[in-house]
Each structure stands twice: as C-alpha cells, then as structure tokens.
C-alpha cells in the first residue's frame, strides 16, 4: 500500500511529540491505570469559522482524550479545558495521532506555555503565586480547585494590579471585565457575524488566515503591553499627585537642587504669585531625581510632583512620552525646562507637536567644562536643536546671553527678540551681619561654601589656606559624584557639613567670604552673601562679574593662581572698617538694582501675557 508524503509527515510529527513529552508514571494525568475504563465523554461536534479542516481536527483530537472517571485531576480540568483555543496554539498537536493534549499540557505544569482557557495564563499565575509552582502537580488544578475561589488571579494581562488603581477597580474586579471581554470576542470571532466576515475575507486572500491563532490571545487595550501600562501608570501617579487639577505654569526640574535659596525655579514661582496667579496654580516636575524642594523655595501651596519615581523602570522613550503628555495635561499658560534633560531630549520626538499647544521656555544658566577642558551643557547643546520649538530662551546673566548671540548669531528679526535675562531678586529680607569681633589674639575667619567638584575648585580653597596658615577657613559642602577632598586638608580648614539655608550659619564670625568657581552664571550664593554685607572675594567668571565689582567687591581674574586670592584676601582683612564699608556698598548696589517688584514685572510679562488659554474642563 502506497502511503502519501503527507501521512509520513504527520506521523512523524505525532512520533516527535509523544517522544519529546514526558513518561508518566503510575497514576499521572494521561496514562490510564491498568484495569480500569472510564466512561467515554459525549461531545458535540465542533462548527467554527475557521473552517472545515480545524473542525475535523479538534473533534479527531477530542476522541483520543481520556475518557472520565480515571483520574480525578483529569476530570477536573476536563471541565474547564477549551480544546479548540489550545489547539490553536499547539497547532503542532493537530496532526499528532494519538496525543492527548490535556495530558501533555498538565504534564509539563508549570512549565506549560499554551493555555488551557482564554483567561489564565500559567507564567502569570505563576509569577502571582510562585508557591503553586512547587512539586509537580500542574498549578492550573490548584488554581481550579482553591485558588479561583480564594480570588488569586490567573489573568494574562500585564500590570493588571496597576492599572486596577488607575481605573478605580479592585484587581479582581479588572480581571472579571477583562475575562467577560475576551471570551464574548472569541466567542464572536468563532461563531458569530466578527468570525464570518474574518473567513469572507481570507476567502479572498489566504494570508488572513494565518491571523486566526491570534484570537486565543486578544490585546485590550490599555492592558496590552507592559510598557503601556507603565506608562499609564505612571502619567496616573503624577497627576494623582498633581491633584488632577490644570496648572497655570509648569517648572520641569532635573531635581530639587542642592542648598538653600530660592533658586531661580524659586524666583520664578515667588514672582508669579505675588499678585497673578495662586500658589496652587504652579506645578513643579521632578523627571530624574525625586524627592521635593528644601523649604521656603516655593510658596506655601505649590505643587510638586515626583515624575522620577513613577518612571522608575521605563526605558527613555517610553519615560519621554509619559512626560509630554503630562505636560500637555496641565493646558498652561506656560512650561519653563530648568534643567530637565528628559525634556530636552523629549523635544526631539516630540518638540513640534509639544509646541503646537503649549509655550516653552528653555531656563538656561552656563555650560560646564570636562577634565580634559572641553566644553560640554545645556546651552551649548540644545539651543540650536530647540530654539526655533520654543517660546522663549531665558538666561539668569547677561554674559550667557551675550554668549548665545554671538555663537548662533541672535540678532534681533532673526530670534534675538526671544533671548531674555531674567535678573535674579535678592532676598532683602536678609539682615546686615554684625561685624566680626576685633578682639586681640583672635584668628580671622574666611567663609567658603559649595559643591566639592571640579566647577566649585574646593583644591583651589586648600591651597589658598596653606598659603595662609593665620587665617583659619571654614568650608561648607558636600561630595558629589562619589568625589571626595582630593588633597589633605591643612590644619587650618574645617569642614563643617553642609548647611540648608545662610541664616544656620554664625555669619558675625566671617571676615570675608571667599568664592572660586571655575566657571558660573550668576550665582544664587554671591547673591545671598552680598547681601550681608561680607566683603566677597571671588573668581570673575562668566556671570559672576554682574555682582561682583571692583568698588563694592574684590574680583579675582586670575583663575588659577591661588596667591591672586590670597593679596585680595589680605587687603580685606588689612582694613576690616573700609572692606565692611565695600560690603554695604555691595548690598546697597544689589538692592537697587535687583528688585522683587522689576523681576516679576519683566517675568510676568513673558510668561502670563502670551496668548489666552481655555479656561473650561479640568486637565
């Protein structure tokens, strides 16, 4: 007798299968006990739309199934085992004579990959309930058997327990929808009109067929990947956090930034709501450090919304989208980016569409200079890609705005118009220091605050002491990075922490406050200090040249000689009356022009004034 290719093939198939499945043993599910029959199961011939050739297979295959009454766990799932979605995506086990695949699949317990229902799914039980999986018994029987009713879930749906929150469901709940959808959509698709139009059209190309396997594993969105749940999520957290309320202005932060002050993303909330906008209106994100601000830097009533810990997980894409659409929820009147890479780098995908609805501006301060001397920063790197998606382009000096002129040629008709310098307010608020005690013997005090890193030059600091072992030097900071001092430390400097606001500090004991950055825009400490009237010995840099002068300060402009420091700090301390008198002065100056009332005027208008937002719905 002559035997067709295909049957050879197919035998070969059914040999593969009952080689590579596991021997059972006396009693297992799929071996029939000696001496014992069952009673055969009665079942109604399968009619789907899948079609003829499906159907004959699954009533074949249900035929070589078990017959009831051997094995109780059999039995059992028996009951629930939906053989034509199993088939589906066994499809190898269609033309295998002879293999029972219920058997096969409680066999391989929880290892098993193909389910035996739309609505459990093994890995994900297992993941739940890593208990079920020990010992051999498959999981699925003692998730029929206690664990359904004990309301464990089996449900193939990813982040099901984080999405449940964001609906408001508990998780079984979700899970009872999700399964009541599913199988009413296989059941459509199978029999119903969905199922028939599914067969027209693979009548009429054949490749639609191969879709059918797909019914047995339904995407419901928003429940269909992992990283769309994680988005969901996330987005859910920062606007649970957010209040669900729309915010008038958006400031997206790096971080809550080390020391005390207002900081400019300080400055920017104060000015706004000293008589525009209340303090609940402003919301501050957080995209790559959580956590919230030190006190005082935002009014009381100001929104912080720790995005970084919602995105914990994400990859940057997927981090970069939960970002946007968080932004655009809030329907502002205007975004300020102070330092959030996650957005600068979001703007690149995202920039044109981000800026079709909502003002940006970009809050830059300086660039920051590598160890080998190059230059790298914000400014230097995203101004060209984003300048044409933004609003506005606001520098806390006159030197970065200068700078940004000359390199990418901002005159004014050609973009120069959008280039702003905010002039930071100082804090008047802040008390004259008493003047240092002139009693004999006493050691004068120099004051040094910052990060210890390569911009700060804390090693600078050590060797201006070492030149002047009389004076004894302070030193305020903290490591970061994982730096730490990188010389030892001469006898005469103390390092005394770090500190969170300069009213911790016994200012009365400082002769002089010293400042050595290597780089800087305007910073936010000279302004503090200058107002209390300490003499400042400082680097002039960048920025730092629109607070210190030479008739109420003592700019440094050779950087890296320590002895330029040291004959500045001398002449301070030679003539303590006429240095305090050049600090008073200094205060004086910085009161008159960097005032609370022209930085919020100026802000405001920038901000506020741009076009008018819908006020109606909530974001």
Not at 70 to 76: A, F, R, S, T, V
Not at 427 to 450: C, E, K, M, S, Y
Not at 466 to 477: F, I, K, N, Q, Y
Request: contains cysteine; glycine residues 10%.
């Amino acid at each position: 007798m002559r035997v067709s290719p295909r049957r050879i093939a197919r035998r070969l198939r059914a040999a593969r299968v009952r080689a590579a499945a596991p021997e059972p043993t006396r009693g297992e599910p799929g071996q029939r006990p000696p001496g014992r029959r069952g009673t055969p199961r009665q079942a109604e011939p399968v009619t789907t739309h899948i079609g003829r050739f499906f159907d004959e297979a699954v009533d074949r295959t249900r035929g070589a199934m078990r017959p009831a009454g051997i094995d109780p766990d059999y039995d059992l799932a028996y009951e629930h085992f939906d053989l034509a979605h199993f088939l589906l995506q066994a499809r190898h086990l269609i033309e295998a004579d002879g293999v029972d695949p219920l058997a096969v699949f409680l066999r391989n317990g929880p290892r098993a990959r193909a389910s035996p229902e739309i609505n459990f799914d093994m890995t994900a039980y297992v993941e739940r309930h890593p208990e079920r999986a020990e010992g051999d018994r498959s999981p699925y029987l003692a998730w029929l058997e206690h664990g359904r009713s004990a309301g464990e879930l089996a449900d193939p749906a990813p982040g099901l327990e984080g999405m449940a929150g964001v609906l408001g469901l508990t998780p079984a709940a979700l899970a009872a929808e999700l399964a009541a959808t599913r199988t009413d959509l296989e059941q459509r698709l199978l029999t119903g009109t969905l199922g028939e139009m599914l067969a027209d059209a693979a009548e009429v190309e054949p490749l639609i067929g191969e879709a059918w396997p797909e019914i047995v594993r339904p995407l419901l969105p928003p429940l269909d990947r992992p990283v769309t749940v994680a988005q969901i999520t996330a987005l859910h957290a920062a606007q649970e956090a957010a209040g669900f309320r729309r915010a008038r202005l958006v400031l997206v932060l790096t971080e809550p930034r080390w020391g005390g002050g207002r900081r400019a993303e300080g400055h920017i909330a104060h000015a706004v709501t000293r008589a525009h906008l209340a303090p609940e209106d402003v919301v501050v994100v957080y995209t790559e450090t959580g956590g919230s601000a030190p006190p005082g830097r935002f009014p009381d009533g100001v929104r912080e919304v720790d995005l970084a810990a919602a995105l914990v997980g994400l990859e940057p894409e997927p981090a970069q989208r939960v970002l946007v659409e968080l932004v655009r929820s809030f329907r502002s009147d205007a975004v300020v980016n102070v330092n959030s890479r996650l957005l600068y780098d979001a703007m690149a995908t995202y920039g044109r569409a981000l800026a079709a609805s909502e003002r940006i501006f970009m809050m830059l301060f300086c660039n920051e200079r590598l160890a080998l001397g190059n230059w790298v920063g914000l400014p230097l790197r995203f101004v060209y890609r984003c300048f044409d998606l933004v609003e506005g382009v606001l520098t806390d000096s006159d030197y970065l705005a200068g700078w940004l002129r000359d390199r990418h040629q901002l005159d004014p008709g050609v973009g120069g118009d959008r280039l702003h310098v905010l002039r930071a307010p100082v804090d008047a608020t802040i008390p004259l220091a008493d003047p240092p005690p002139r009693a004999a013997g006493r050691r004068p005090q120099v004051f040094w605050a910052g990060r210890f890193d390569r911009q700060k030059r804390l090693d600078l600091v050590l060797e201006i002491a070492e030149l002047m072992p009389d004076v004894d030097v302070r030193v305020w900071g903290e490591a970061v990075l994982n730096r730490s001092v990188s010389r030892p430390v001469p006898p005469n400097v103390t390092l005394e922490g770090s500190y969170g606001h300069l009213s911790e500090l016994r200012l009365s004991d400082a002769d002089a406050w010293l400042y050595t950055a290597a780089w800087d825009g305007v910073p936010s400490q000279l302004l503090e200090v200058g107002m209390t009237g300490i003499p400042l010995v400082g680097s002039l840099v960048g920025g730092t040249g629109e607070v210190l002068g030479p008739d109420d300060g003592w700019p440094v402009t050779d950087l890296d000689d320590p002895g330029a420091y040291v004959a500045a700090l001398r002449d301070v301390l030679a003539d303590p009356a006429t240095s305090r008198a050049k600090g008073v002065a200094l205060r004086e100056r910085l009161l008159r022009t960097r005032t609370e009332e022209a930085y919020a005027e100026h802000l405001v208008g920038l901000l506020l004034d741009g076009p008018a937002r819908d006020e109606g719905g909530t974001s």
